[in-house]
């Protein structure tokens, strides 16, 4: 029988979660784009007071997934929010329910801390991922549109 352990990061998971990571970019085909280092990892995840949070999940004592959070707050709710940045279960692992434990474990997470939200994004051409999600419920938020600054964009706006 299968055993599926998910577990909080340690500091020495950070080279296996940036592997998870490259993973996850591959993916998305969007490796290039990974810019993070294990020293960039160490210091999000285990500062004093850190603003992100890592799980790391294991089957049959074999890291196969990761999920990378933190936390958001809603003006409109009062409450804090859960946003998971990412979740990633390697391919050979898929289907194995790797992916629905580390959500769970998650979704305990905002429960227990009183969250009033539980929210991440998708590509919107990951059809097996949404399918997945809508499967236990979760619903798309299409009235929105994300929007970012970055790179150069960010720099100049925060000067001008």
């Not at 409109?76 to 940045?85: A, C, I, N, P, V």
């Amino acid at each position: 029988m299968t055993s599926i352990v998910i577990r909080e990061a340690r500091e020495t998971d950070c080279a296996l979660i940036l592997d998870l990571i490259k993973g996850l970019a591959e993916y998305e085909r969007a490796l290039s784009e990974v810019k993070t280092s294990e020293q960039d990892l160490h210091r999000a995840l285990f500062a004093e007071h850190p603003k992100a949070f890592a799980l790391v999940c294991s089957i049959d004592d074999e890291p196969v997934g990761f999920a990378l959070y933190f936390y958001n707050y809603s003006t409109w709710t009062g409450k804090f929010g859960l946003f998971l940045e990412d979740l990633y279960v390697s391919p050979t692992h898929r289907g194995s329910g790797a992916g629905k434990a580390l959500l769970q474990y998650l979704a305990k997470i905002a429960v227990e801390n009183d969250c009033g939200r539980f929210e991440w994004n998708v590509l919107d051409w990951n059809e097996p991922s949404i399918k997945f999600y809508e499967s236990f419920g979760a619903k798309p938020q299409s009235e929105w549109v994300g929007y970012r600054l970055a790179g150069d964009e960010l720099k100049n706006f925060a000067e001008s």
